[in-house]
Each structure stands twice: as structure tokens, then as C-alpha cells.
């Protein structure tokens, strides 16, 4: 089965509000984590990551945070514009290969 | 610097067709990865090649698929007699030649839909 799921399949925020979206991973030895963003017809596209030896990451208006106690991460979105409305899917990278969950849809209502 | 090419971006077959799926690496990358993504499902690893070799292909089904990267031109996913199962949308990804867990950047992808 896999290794990396997601807790909430859809997500509705307010535009200009923060988006907190949720993964959790199975795998203790993991240590290497991406998240991706899919806009409709597009190939995913890389946001930001984050390796075990850290616990926060903050790109431009994003930032992971990684809980290796309960193998749980999440990316934070601040300011959410319609623009973000996408599918987010969690990666974990194990060498080479990627091992995805379902994602999660972010629905951004103006 | 163009990003990882794919094509075609839609494709239609018969039953009983061949698919030729193309995919060319960003600039400098010497690794390629194919994944294959159902509806409304996260992306599933096929095969990871190098140039002229194939470093894994546990994710590969074992009948009608293969897939090669010479030492020029692009990646090739080939699909032989094609099944209604096979439609999906097949990503290729790419990552510069160092070991290790270097980031992988997606193309668009090859939609394809068998009649």
C-alpha cells in the first residue's frame, strides 16, 4: 500500500486567508519530503521540500513543517490567491522514486 | 532553460494499438522518470532510466510496456496492444546526474485515452 497519505481530499479557503494542508506518512525512515502542485491539465509542479534533518521550511509564501515524532507534514500557505486553487499532493522520495498520496483540492473562493 | 518536454500531450488508440509516448529532460539531466496518474489519484512510479540503462523497473506491469532512453534523443514509454485500462495521464520527470534524492521536475504529461 502506500506509504504517504493525505487527511482532507478537498480544502475551501477565502481569498487572503491562510491554507494549512495536511500529510502523514508511514515510512519512519523517510527522510526526504516534496510537495507538488497540479493545476488542472499540468504536470506537477515543484513547491518546495524538506529533508529530516529539519523540521521548518519557508519558501515565498509557503513554508513545511515536518513532525518526524508522528510522521506528519504539512505546507502552510499564507495569503491564498485564486491563483493557488490547484490539487497539493505530498511526495516522499525514497532514493530516486516518489511515492505520492491522493492530494488534496484547494479551492480558493474570491 | 526549457523544462521537460513531453509528447504528444493528448493521444487517442484503439484497442490493440501501439502508443509511443516521447519525453525529452530539462537541460543537464541525465536522469528520467516515468509515473502514470488514474483520475483523481496521486502519481504511481513506473521506471527510472539513465542514459542506455534502466536503473528500475518495478513499477513497470510485466507484459506491453517497456521504455528506453538512448544515448540520443528522448525517453521513449512504448504501450504494446493497448488496453481501455491503460488510459491515464503518464508524466515524465527528470533530475540532474547526482546521487541521491535530487528533485525531480515534472513535464506536462501524455494524456492517453484508448477507444
Known sequence: GESVGLHLPTLSVQEGDNSIINCAYSNSASDYFIWYKQESGKGPQFIIDIRSNMDKRQGQRVTVLLNKTVKHLSLQIAATQPGDSAVYFCAENTNYKLTFGKGTLLTVNP | ?115
Open chain 2, 1 to 115: 532553460n526549457a523544462g521537460v518536454m513531453q509528447n504528444p500531450r493528448h493521444l487517442v488508440r484503439r484497442r490493440g494499438q501501439e502508443a509511443r509516448l516521447r519525453c525529452s529532460p530539462m537541460k543537464g539531466h541525465s536522469h528520467v522518470y516515468w509515473y502514470r496518474q488514474l483520475p483523481e489519484e496521486g502519481l504511481k512510479f513506473m521506471v527510472y532510466l539513465q542514459k542506455e540503462n534502466i536503473i528500475d523497473e518495478s513499477g513497470m506491469p510485466k507484459e506491453r510496456f517497456s521504455a528506453e532512453f538512448p544515448k540520443e534523443g528522448p525517453s521513449i514509454l512504448r504501450i504494446q496492444q493497448v488496453v481501455r485500462g491503460d488510459s491515464a495521464a503518464y508524466f515524465c520527470a527528470s533530475s540532474p546526474p547526482m546521487s541521491g534524492q535530487e528533485t525531480q521536475y515534472f513535464g506536462p504529461g501524455t494524456r492517453l485515452l484508448v477507444l
